[in-house]
């Protein structure tokens, strides 16, 4: 159930100011190139996240933008309501800031099709609480999709093009906090989460046209939104979301 060889051929999308390992290689094959720029201020509400540079990652690494971390949670059958509660419950797997930090955890993940039922993978900036009271003004965009025994390639490849889509930087926004892997019983769901809403309400559906555009999606794919608000209040990622038909031309 490892994917490490297909993630190798297909490195994480260029990050918008040259973190992925091909922006990185062609600026020290051209050292004349003019600095980077700077990097977009982030939107209201965002935390300040420290940026990775070459003297934070091993000798030959190539950075990527942020430092992220890898966490398992299992769904259980208790109260875990309480914020605190549901942390305590989070196993944390690693943290990498580098696109071979990543490729080594990598390796060590089974793949959506193979993950244990009931469990779900996060991949979040770090610093950041996988929760959703870590975002009241947010949101996430999921993409559920039933098992079959035909299935498996598809959530495979969308959860493979969906992590290296958010650690590449892939959505141009510092806005996206992190995505999810939801491995239940019936269904594998994909979500992706955004920090904030307040500053422009429209700009998640930019974020979930790109996710569709990612995960390499066809035309009027089925997407559902929803609000952490809501989320807080009926304690459920899924329920009450509202549908979205993704067409393709930002409609």
């Not at 100011?17 to 720029?37: I, K, L, Y």
């Not at 098992?147 to 510092?174: H, K, N, Q, Y």
């Not at 992706?192 to 035309?219: C, H, T, Y």
């Amino acid at each position: 159930g490892c994917a490490v060889r297909s993630a190798r051929a297909r490195p994480p999308a260029a990050a918008p100011h040259g973190g992925s390992a091909a922006a990185m290689a062609e600026r020290e094959a051209v050292p004349d190139e003019p600095p980077a720029e700077d990097p977009p201020e982030a939107p209201p509400g965002l935390k300040a996240l420290p940026r990775v540079s070459e003297e934070d990652v091993p000798a030959g690494h190539h950075p990527l933008e942020t430092s992220w971390t890898l966490w398992v949670d299992k769904k259980s059958t208790g109260d875990r309501r309480a914020p605190t509660a549901y942390m305590e419950g989070l196993r944390h797997v690693g943290t990498f800031n580098s696109v071979e930090g990543f490729l080594q955890l990598w390796a060590c993940l089974k793949r959506p099709s193979s993950f244990p039922r009931d469990h779900s993978l996060l991949c979040f900036r770090t610093g950041m609480s996988p929760m959703w009271e870590e975002f009241p003004d947010g949101g996430c965009w999921n993409y559920r999709m039933r098992r079959s025994s035909e299935t498996d390639v598809l959530p495979d490849m969308a959860w493979e093009s969906m992590l290296i889509g958010c650690i590449g930087e892939a959505f141009a926004t510092p806005d996206v906090v992190g995505c999810v892997l939801s491995s239940r019983l019936k269904e594998i769901a994909i979500s992706i989460w955004n920090n904030s809403n307040s500053a422009d309400p429209q700009a998640r559906f930019k974020i979930g046209e790109r996710a569709r555009e990612v995960m390499k999606l066809g035309g009027n794919a089925l997407m559902e939104y929803k609000d952490f608000q809501s989320s807080i209040k009926d304690y459920s990622t899924y329920r009450n979301a509202q549908a979205y038909i993704m067409r393709g031309d930002g409609s």
